[in-house]
C-alpha cells in the first residue's frame, strides 16, 4: 500500500502549520494551525479546509502555540471525531489557549459585524466559538514523551522533547511497510539546547524523512546566556531612573523564561528585589500549567523544586488576573517591571502600559520578541517618533531596548546540527515553516555540507514515500 505527506499549510510562512501523512491509505494530520494574516484572508484560509475533516484517521498535534493549535475547534466543528494525541503539558496549555482564542475569534467577529451592519452586508460567523473550544478539548488524548503508541492501524508514533515550549514534541511515525518501516520525524516548531525552565530537543535515530522548520534557516541567534546580562542591565537602569520597565511579551513561555531570569537574578542578588508585575490572566493560567509539569523541566528547574525553590515565584512577582488591579498599576510609581500581553502590542492589557508610559523618557520598553510589520510593536521597535495608541497619538519618549538573544526556534547552525546528528540514514528532508528566502538559505547550507537530498514544498504538494 501507498503511504505519503500532503503540505497544506505554515510552508512559506510561519503560520497555520497543516500536514496530512497518508500511511496505508489511513490519515493522520500533524498540527492543525490558525493562519495569520490579514483579516479577509485569513478568515477563509482558516474556513475551508483543503480536505473533509471526517475522511481524518488521527491527529498528533506537536505544541501548543496557535499556529499549530489553533483552527482545532473548527476542525472539530467540521466533522472531525478521531483522537488528538499530545502531550500532557501541550493538552493543559492548550484548555488556556484555545478558549482564549476563541474569546479573540467573538470578539473580532463582534467588531466585523458592526462594519458590515452599518454597510448592509450580512452579518459573518466566528471561525469558532467558546463552545467549540470547550468541545474540542474533550477530543485530546495525553501521550507521554518516548512512549510509543498506536496512532492509526499500521503506525506507531513516538514524541520526543523539542525543546521549544513546555510540552512541545517532535512526533516519529513509523509506518508498516515491506521490507522495511517507514520512519519520518515532524520536528515543527524545534527549539534550542539551553534554554530556560527547558530541555534541550531530543535527536530522533534511522529516520527515512525529515519534516523540519526553516522560521530562522539563514539567520544565527544571540547566545541564550546574553538574555540574562542584558536584562541586567535593562533592570539596573530602570532602578536608578526609577522609572518602569514595560515589557510586551506572549503569554507562552517568553513571560516565563523572561520571570525565570529575572526570578535567578533577584535569588543570586545580582539585582535587588523590585516589584515585577506579570499583568496578564492568559499568562498567568499558563504559568501554572508550567508548575504543573516539572516532568518537562530540565534538571536545573527540577533541583529549584527540590531547594523549595519557586522557579515563578521570587520575592515581588506578582500575577495580575483582576482589570481594577490592573488599571491600579497605573498610579504607582517606579521602579517596576510590568510584562504583560500581547506580544506585538496589537491588543490587551499592554496598550494600557504603553499609553501611560511611552511620553516619560524615565520609562523603558523592553522588546523581546519577533515584532511583525505593520503592528505598534515593529513601530516602537522602529523608534517612530510618534505612535498611535487607542487611535490617539503620543510621543514616544521612552528608551527603547532590544534583546534579542530570546528565541524559541533553531537558528541555522542549530539547524544544521540537528540535521546532521539525525543520521546518514534520512533519504530527503523537506523545509517548512520558514520564509522563502530562509528555506532556501538553510538548503543551499546543507547542500555545502554534502547533504542534497531536502526539498521546499509547494502549499498542496504530496510526496509518495
Ligand atoms: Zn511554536
Ligand atoms: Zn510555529
Known amino acids: 500500500m501507498n503511504s505519503s505527506i500532503q503540505f497544506l499549510g505554515g510552508l512559506e510562512n510561519v503560520t497555520g502549520s497543516m500536514h496530512v501523512v497518508e500511511a496505508n491509505g489511513q490519515k493522520i494530520l500533524l498540527d492543525c494551525g490558525l493562519y495569520q494574516g490579514r483579516r479577509n484572508e485569513s478568515y477563509e484560509v482558516n474556513r475551508h479546509f483543503p480536505f473533509e475533516a471526517e475522511s481524518l484517521d488521527a491527529m498528533v498535534l506537536s505544541h501548543a502555540h496557535i499556529d499549530h493549535s489553533g483552527n482545532i475547534p473548527n476542525l472539530i466543528r467540521s466533522g472531525f471525531h478521531q483522537p488528538i494525541y499530545a502531550t500532557e503539558a501541550t493538552k493543559d496549555l492548550c484548555t488556556h489557549m484555545l478558549l482564549d482564542s476563541?474569546?479573540?475569534?467573538?470578539?473580532?467577529?463582534?467588531?466585523?459585524?458592526k462594519i458590515h451592519r452599518r454597510k448592509g452586508f450580512p452579518p459573518r460567523h466566528p471561525l469558532y466559538t467558546t463552545k467549540d473550544a470547550q468541545?474540542?478539548?474533550?477530543?485530546?488524548f495525553e501521550r507521554s514523551y518516548e512512549k510509543p503508541f498506536l496512532v492509526v492501524e499500521g503506525a506507531t508514533c513516538v514524541l520526543y522533547d523539542a525543546g521549544h515550549v513546555l510540552g512541545s514534541a517532535i512526533a516519529v511515525?513509523?509506518?508498516?511497510?515491506?521490507?522495511?518501516?517507514?520512519?519520518?520525524?515532524?520536528?515543527?516548531d524545534l527549539g534550542r539546547a539551553s534554554l530556560p525552565i527547558l530541555r534541550d530537543p531530543v535527536?530522533?535515530?534511522?529516520?527515512?524523512?525529515?519534516?523540519?522548520?526553516?522560521?530562522?534557516?539563514?539567520?544565527?541567534?544571540?547566545?541564550?546566556?546574553?538574555?540574562?546580562?542584558?536584562l541586567k542591565t535593562v533592570v539596573e537602569k530602570t532602578i536608578q531612573k526609577k522609572g518602569k520597565l514595560i515589557v510586551p511579551t506572549f503569554a507562552l513561555?517568553?513571560?516565563?523564561?523572561?520571570?525565570?531570569?529575572?526570578?535567578?537574578?533577584?535569588?543570586?542578588?545580582?539585582?535587588?528585589?523590585?516589584?515585577?508585575?506579570v499583568d496578564s490572566p492568559l499568562a498567568s493560567n499558563l504559568t501554572e500549567v508550567?508548575?504543573?509539569?516539572?516532568?518537562?523541566?530540565?534538571?536545573?528547574?527540577?533541583?529549584?523544586?527540590?531547594?523549595?525553590?519557586?522557579?515563578?515565584?521570587?520575592?515581588?512577582?506578582?500575577?495580575?488576573?483582576?482589570?481594577?488591579?490592573?488599571?491600579?498599576?497605573?498610579?504607582?510609581?517606579?521602579p517596576m517591571v510590568i510584562l504583560s500581553a500581547s506580544g506585538m502590542c496589537e491588543s490587551g492589557r499592554i496598550l494600557h502600559h504603553l499609553k501611560n508610559s511611552v511620553e516619560d523618557p524615565k520609562n523603558t520598553i523592553l522588546v523581546v520578541g519577533f515584532m511583525a510589520k505593520e503592528t505598534l510593536g515593529r513601530r516602537i521597535v522602529e523608534r517612530e517618533k510618534s505612535v498611535k495608541i487607542f487611535g490617539e497619538p503620543h510621543l514616544l519618549r521612552a528608551e527603547v531596548s532590544i534583546l534579542n538573544a530570546f528565541s524559541g526556534h533553531a537558528d541555522q547552525k542549530e539547524l544544521l546540527n540537528f540535521i546532521t546528528q539525525c543520521g546518514k540514514t534520512l533519504k530527503q528532508i523537506f523545509?517548512?515553516?520558514?520564509?522563502?528566502?530562509?528555506?532556501?538559505?538553510?538548503q543551499?547550507?546543507?547542500?555545502?555540507?554534502?547533504?542534497?537530498?531536502s526539498l521546499i514544498p509547494e502549499r498542496g504538494q504530496k510526496v509518495r514515500l
Open 102 to 113: 476563541a474569546h479573540i475569534q467573538e470578539e473580532d467577529i463582534r467588531f466585523v459585524n
Open 135 to 140: 468541545h474540542s478539548l474533550k477530543r485530546f
Open 173 to 188: 511515525l513509523e509506518i508498516a511497510a515491506k521490507p522495511k518501516s517507514i520512519r519520518i520525524a515532524y520536528a515543527v
Open 203 to 230: 535527536i530522533p535515530e534511522r529516520l527515512d524523512y525529515l519534516i523540519i522548520e526553516s522560521t530562522y534557516g539563514g539567520r544565527l541567534h544571540d547566545d541564550i546566556q546574553k538574555a540574562k546580562v542584558e
Open 253 to 277: 513561555e517568553r513571560t516565563q523564561e523572561v520571570v525565570y531570569y529575572l526570578n535567578e537574578l533577584i535569588r543570586e542578588k545580582s539585582l535587588p528585589p523590585i516589584p515585577i508585575y
Open 290 to 334: 508550567f508548575r504543573n509539569h516539572p516532568e518537562c523541566w530540565d534538571d536545573k528547574t527540577r533541583n529549584m523544586l527540590k531547594e523549595g525553590k519557586d522557579p515563578f515565584g521570587a520575592e515581588g512577582i506578582e500575577y495580575i488576573r483582576d482589570v481594577e488591579e490592573s488599571k491600579k498599576l497605573n498610579e504607582r510609581s517606579g
Open 431 to 442: 523545509i517548512v515553516h520558514g520564509e522563502r528566502s530562509q528555506g532556501e538559505t538553510l
Open 444 to 453: 543551499e547550507a546543507l547542500r555545502e555540507q554534502g547533504i542534497p537530498h
